[in-house]
Protein backbone atom coordinates (compact mmCIF):
# COMPACT_ATOMS: atom_id res chain seq x y z
CA UNK A 1 0.00 0.00 0.00
CA UNK A 2 1.23 3.55 -0.80
CA UNK A 3 1.34 6.73 1.18
CA UNK A 4 0.57 9.88 0.35
CA UNK A 5 3.36 12.72 1.40
CA UNK A 6 0.41 14.23 3.23
CA UNK A 7 -0.21 10.96 5.35
CA UNK A 8 3.16 10.53 6.10
CA UNK A 9 3.83 14.14 7.20
CA UNK A 10 0.80 13.38 9.72
CA UNK A 11 2.08 10.37 11.03
CA UNK A 12 5.32 12.05 11.84
CA UNK A 13 3.78 14.90 13.46
CA UNK A 14 1.53 12.37 15.30
CA UNK A 15 4.03 10.31 16.63
CA UNK A 16 6.12 13.82 17.74
CA UNK A 17 3.49 14.89 20.09
CA UNK A 18 3.05 11.53 21.63
CA UNK A 19 6.16 11.59 22.15
CA UNK A 20 6.42 14.82 23.97
CA UNK A 21 3.64 13.64 26.00
CA UNK A 22 5.23 10.82 27.74
CA UNK A 23 8.20 13.08 28.82
CA UNK A 24 9.15 15.82 31.24
CA UNK A 25 11.73 18.92 30.49
CA UNK A 26 15.42 18.30 32.15
CA UNK A 27 14.70 22.00 33.86
CA UNK A 28 15.30 23.81 36.54
CA UNK A 29 12.86 23.46 39.26
CA UNK A 30 10.64 20.89 39.47
CA UNK A 31 12.16 18.83 35.80
CA UNK A 32 15.14 18.69 37.61
CA UNK A 33 13.69 17.70 40.97
CA UNK A 34 11.65 14.81 39.26
CA UNK A 35 14.72 13.45 37.27
CA UNK A 36 16.68 13.79 41.02
CA UNK A 37 14.22 11.61 42.64
CA UNK A 38 13.88 8.97 40.13
CA UNK A 39 17.71 8.67 40.09
CA UNK A 40 17.85 8.97 43.58
CA UNK A 41 15.08 6.07 44.40
CA UNK A 42 11.76 6.18 43.00
CA UNK A 43 8.63 8.42 42.64
CA UNK A 44 6.30 5.90 44.66
CA UNK A 45 7.02 7.00 47.86
CA UNK A 46 8.20 4.08 50.15
CA UNK A 47 9.48 2.03 47.20
CA UNK A 48 12.43 0.29 48.27
CA UNK A 49 15.37 0.84 45.77
CA UNK A 50 19.09 -1.16 45.87
CA UNK A 51 22.29 -0.29 44.41
CA UNK A 52 24.79 -2.60 43.93
CA UNK A 53 28.65 -2.07 43.14
CA UNK A 54 31.79 -4.14 43.06
CA UNK A 55 35.25 -3.63 42.83
CA UNK A 56 39.45 -3.37 44.65
CA UNK A 57 40.80 -1.75 47.64
CA UNK A 58 44.46 -0.49 47.17
CA UNK A 59 47.14 0.49 49.38
CA UNK A 60 49.40 3.44 48.69
CA UNK A 61 52.61 3.99 50.81
CA UNK A 62 55.29 6.42 49.79
CA UNK A 63 58.44 4.19 48.16
CA UNK A 64 56.08 0.77 47.66
CA UNK A 65 53.97 -0.43 45.13
CA UNK A 66 50.53 0.01 45.19
CA UNK A 67 49.40 -3.26 46.97
CA UNK A 68 46.18 -5.16 45.69
CA UNK A 69 44.40 -5.91 49.46
CA UNK A 70 40.73 -6.53 49.10
CA UNK A 71 38.39 -7.00 46.24
CA UNK A 72 34.70 -5.03 47.49
CA UNK A 73 31.29 -5.79 46.86
CA UNK A 74 28.46 -3.34 48.63
CA UNK A 75 24.47 -2.32 48.15
CA UNK A 76 22.45 0.66 49.77
CA UNK A 77 18.84 -0.24 50.44
CA UNK A 78 16.67 3.25 50.16
CA UNK A 79 13.39 4.40 50.00
CA UNK A 80 11.65 8.03 49.42
CA UNK A 81 8.63 9.64 50.67
CA UNK A 82 7.35 13.14 49.12
CA UNK A 83 7.11 16.04 51.59
CA UNK A 84 6.50 19.76 51.10
CA UNK A 85 7.30 23.03 52.09
CA UNK A 86 5.53 26.29 52.39
CA UNK A 87 7.93 28.06 50.81
CA UNK A 88 9.99 26.05 49.22
CA UNK A 89 7.29 23.57 47.83
CA UNK A 90 6.96 19.62 46.56
CA UNK A 91 9.98 17.67 47.08
CA UNK A 92 11.28 14.64 48.89
CA UNK A 93 13.15 12.84 51.40
CA UNK A 94 16.03 9.98 51.26
CA UNK A 95 16.37 7.49 53.37
CA UNK A 96 18.76 4.59 53.66
CA UNK A 97 21.16 1.58 54.96
CA UNK A 98 23.93 0.28 53.46
CA UNK A 99 26.70 -2.64 53.29
CA UNK A 100 30.10 -3.24 52.41
CA UNK A 101 32.06 -6.43 52.24
CA UNK A 102 35.58 -7.02 52.22
CA UNK A 103 36.90 -10.13 50.32
CA UNK A 104 39.82 -12.31 49.52
CA UNK A 105 41.36 -10.67 46.23
CA UNK A 106 41.69 -14.08 44.50
CA UNK A 107 38.83 -16.16 45.58
CA UNK A 108 35.76 -13.35 46.63
CA UNK A 109 35.39 -14.89 49.57
CA UNK A 110 34.23 -12.88 52.82
CA UNK A 111 36.64 -12.08 54.88
CA UNK A 112 36.40 -12.62 58.64
CA UNK A 113 40.12 -11.89 59.54
CA UNK A 114 43.52 -10.59 57.49
CA UNK A 115 46.26 -10.85 57.85
CA UNK A 116 48.47 -7.33 58.43
CA UNK A 117 51.69 -7.61 55.87
CA UNK A 118 52.96 -4.64 57.28
CA UNK A 119 53.13 -5.58 61.19
CA UNK A 120 52.35 -9.33 60.94
CA UNK A 121 49.41 -9.37 62.92
CA UNK A 122 46.51 -11.02 62.06
CA UNK A 123 42.99 -8.58 62.61
CA UNK A 124 39.57 -9.36 62.80
CA UNK A 125 37.84 -7.93 59.94
CA UNK A 126 34.44 -5.30 60.55
CA UNK A 127 32.45 -4.99 57.32
CA UNK A 128 30.72 -1.46 56.65
CA UNK A 129 27.58 -1.78 57.96
CA UNK A 130 26.02 1.70 58.06
CA UNK A 131 22.98 2.41 59.18
CA UNK A 132 21.09 5.17 58.62
CA UNK A 133 22.62 6.96 55.66
CA UNK A 134 19.92 9.43 55.18
CA UNK A 135 19.57 12.86 52.93
CA UNK A 136 18.53 15.96 53.63
CA UNK A 137 15.13 16.98 52.23
CA UNK A 138 15.42 18.37 48.63
CA UNK A 139 12.63 20.63 47.07
CA UNK A 140 11.71 22.09 43.79
CA UNK A 141 13.71 25.83 45.33
CA UNK A 142 16.42 25.59 47.25
CA UNK A 143 17.11 27.46 50.13
CA UNK A 144 17.51 31.01 48.52
CA UNK A 145 13.92 30.65 46.79
CA UNK A 146 15.64 29.42 43.64
CA UNK A 147 14.40 26.60 41.18
CA UNK A 148 16.28 23.61 41.90
CA UNK A 149 19.18 22.56 40.04
CA UNK A 150 21.26 19.79 38.72
CA UNK A 151 24.53 19.26 37.44
CA UNK A 152 23.98 17.45 34.81
CA UNK A 153 26.19 16.49 31.67
CA UNK A 154 24.16 15.85 28.54
CA UNK A 155 25.31 14.30 25.19
CA UNK A 156 22.54 13.12 22.75
CA UNK A 157 20.80 10.46 24.42
CA UNK A 158 23.38 10.27 27.71
CA UNK A 159 23.70 11.99 30.75
CA UNK A 160 26.09 11.53 33.27
CA UNK A 161 26.83 13.84 36.96
CA UNK A 162 30.49 13.92 38.33
CA UNK A 163 30.49 14.66 42.11
CA UNK A 164 34.01 14.69 44.13
CA UNK A 165 32.71 15.26 47.84
CA UNK A 166 36.18 16.37 50.22
CA UNK A 167 35.78 15.16 53.78
CA UNK A 168 38.36 16.68 56.37
CA UNK A 169 36.34 16.62 59.76
CA UNK A 170 37.05 15.71 63.75
CA UNK A 171 38.34 11.88 63.79
CA UNK A 172 35.22 9.98 66.06
CA UNK A 173 38.88 8.17 67.36
CA UNK A 174 40.71 10.87 68.18
CA UNK A 175 40.46 13.09 71.07
CA UNK A 176 39.97 16.40 72.19
CA UNK A 177 43.54 17.95 70.35
CA UNK A 178 43.21 16.90 67.28
CA UNK A 179 43.56 20.64 65.79
CA UNK A 180 46.89 20.60 67.60
CA UNK A 181 48.39 17.49 67.78
CA UNK A 182 46.84 15.99 64.69
CA UNK A 183 44.85 13.37 63.33
CA UNK A 184 41.95 14.75 61.51
CA UNK A 185 39.77 12.69 59.47
CA UNK A 186 41.28 13.49 55.99
CA UNK A 187 39.15 11.20 52.39
CA UNK A 188 37.43 11.98 49.40
CA UNK A 189 34.76 10.44 47.89
CA UNK A 190 34.14 10.15 44.22
CA UNK A 191 31.16 9.51 42.05
CA UNK A 192 30.39 9.03 38.56
CA UNK A 193 26.40 8.49 37.72
CA UNK A 194 25.53 8.15 34.30
CA UNK A 195 22.18 6.71 32.26
CA UNK A 196 19.95 7.46 29.15
CA UNK A 197 18.14 10.76 29.18
CA UNK A 198 15.33 8.85 27.34
CA UNK A 199 14.41 6.72 29.67
CA UNK A 200 15.34 9.40 32.55
CA UNK A 201 12.33 11.41 31.37
CA UNK A 202 9.92 8.67 30.38
CA UNK A 203 7.03 9.36 32.31
CA UNK A 204 5.88 5.68 32.09
CA UNK A 205 8.79 5.03 34.07
CA UNK A 206 8.81 5.66 38.32
CA UNK A 207 12.38 5.02 38.59
CA UNK A 208 15.89 5.55 36.19
CA UNK A 209 18.16 3.14 35.18
CA UNK A 210 21.52 4.33 36.62
CA UNK A 211 25.04 2.56 36.39
CA UNK A 212 27.60 4.36 39.20
CA UNK A 213 31.16 4.61 39.87
CA UNK A 214 32.44 5.30 43.34
CA UNK A 215 35.57 5.54 44.13
CA UNK A 216 37.42 6.63 47.63
CA UNK A 217 40.68 7.74 49.34
CA UNK A 218 41.07 7.64 52.77
CA UNK A 219 43.04 7.30 55.47
CA UNK A 220 44.31 3.69 56.67
CA UNK A 221 40.86 1.39 57.65
CA UNK A 222 40.72 1.38 61.45
CA UNK A 223 40.43 -2.49 62.11
CA UNK A 224 43.45 -2.50 60.13
CA UNK A 225 45.40 -1.57 63.20
CA UNK A 226 48.28 0.10 61.71
CA UNK A 227 49.46 2.09 64.46
CA UNK A 228 49.67 5.94 62.59
CA UNK A 229 51.55 3.98 59.73
CA UNK A 230 52.02 6.67 56.60
CA UNK A 231 50.29 5.41 53.66
CA UNK A 232 46.34 5.22 52.63
CA UNK A 233 43.82 2.75 50.96
CA UNK A 234 41.80 3.26 47.67
CA UNK A 235 38.81 2.17 46.36
CA UNK A 236 37.50 1.77 42.72
CA UNK A 237 34.26 0.49 42.21
CA UNK A 238 31.47 0.20 39.68
CA UNK A 239 27.62 -0.60 39.82
CA UNK A 240 24.07 -0.01 38.86
CA UNK A 241 20.08 0.67 40.05
CA UNK A 242 18.62 -2.64 40.28
CA UNK A 243 15.31 -3.93 39.79
CA UNK A 244 14.85 -5.67 43.23
CA UNK A 245 16.73 -6.77 46.06
CA UNK A 246 16.37 -10.72 44.55
CA UNK A 247 18.81 -9.20 41.59
CA UNK A 248 21.64 -9.18 44.33
CA UNK A 249 24.18 -12.28 43.97
CA UNK A 250 23.62 -15.31 46.14
CA UNK A 251 26.17 -14.90 48.13
CA UNK A 252 25.29 -11.41 49.14
CA UNK A 253 21.93 -12.25 49.87
CA UNK A 254 23.05 -14.81 51.90
CA UNK A 255 25.40 -12.80 54.25
CA UNK A 256 22.42 -10.39 54.63
CA UNK A 257 20.09 -12.97 56.00
CA UNK A 258 22.53 -14.61 57.77
CA UNK A 259 23.99 -11.78 59.61
CA UNK A 260 22.84 -8.39 58.69
CA UNK A 261 18.72 -9.12 57.75
CA UNK A 262 17.51 -5.56 58.79
CA UNK A 263 19.05 -4.47 55.22
CA UNK A 264 16.43 -6.38 53.37
CA UNK A 265 14.87 -3.50 53.46
CA UNK A 266 15.82 0.46 54.38
CA UNK A 267 14.91 2.62 57.47
CA UNK A 268 11.76 4.23 58.21
CA UNK A 269 10.90 7.29 55.66
CA UNK A 270 10.39 9.15 59.63
CA UNK A 271 14.10 7.98 60.75
CA UNK A 272 15.40 11.06 62.61
CA UNK A 273 18.75 9.35 63.51
CA UNK A 274 22.10 10.68 62.77
CA UNK A 275 24.04 8.93 60.16
CA UNK A 276 26.24 6.15 60.92
CA UNK A 277 29.57 6.14 58.74
CA UNK A 278 32.50 3.36 58.99
CA UNK A 279 34.79 4.94 61.50
CA UNK A 280 31.45 5.63 64.31
CA UNK A 281 30.34 2.01 63.54
CA UNK A 282 34.41 0.86 64.69
CA UNK A 283 33.87 2.85 67.55
CA UNK A 284 30.65 1.35 68.69
CA UNK A 285 31.31 -1.89 67.94
CA UNK A 286 35.22 -1.65 69.77
CA UNK A 287 33.01 -0.10 72.49
CA UNK A 288 30.38 -2.69 72.72
CA UNK A 289 33.47 -5.23 72.54
CA UNK A 290 34.95 -3.81 75.98
CA UNK A 291 31.42 -3.99 77.71
Known sequence: ??????????????????????????NPGKGYLTASRKITCSLKDNQPIVYWWY???YSRVPGERDKLLFRVEGMNIRQCATIEDDKRGLGFRMVSR??????????????????????????????????????????????NGDPYQMDLSI?????????TIPLFYKNPLGGDYQDYVGGIYHATEMFNTTGNVSNLTDDSKDTAEVRVGWERMSDWLPWMK?????????????????ESFDQLPESFKYEIEK???????????????????????FKKTLSNNKD
Open 155 to 163: HGDYWWDTS
Open 55 to 57: GRV
Open 259 to 281: NYPKYRQPPPIDDQRKNETSWTY
Open 98 to 143: ELLFYQDPKTGEILDTWDNPWTGDTVEVLHVANDPVNWGNTYELDI
Open 1 to 26: MKLKRSHILLVIIFLSCFDNAISYEL
Open 226 to 242: MSGRTGIVYFHTFGRKL
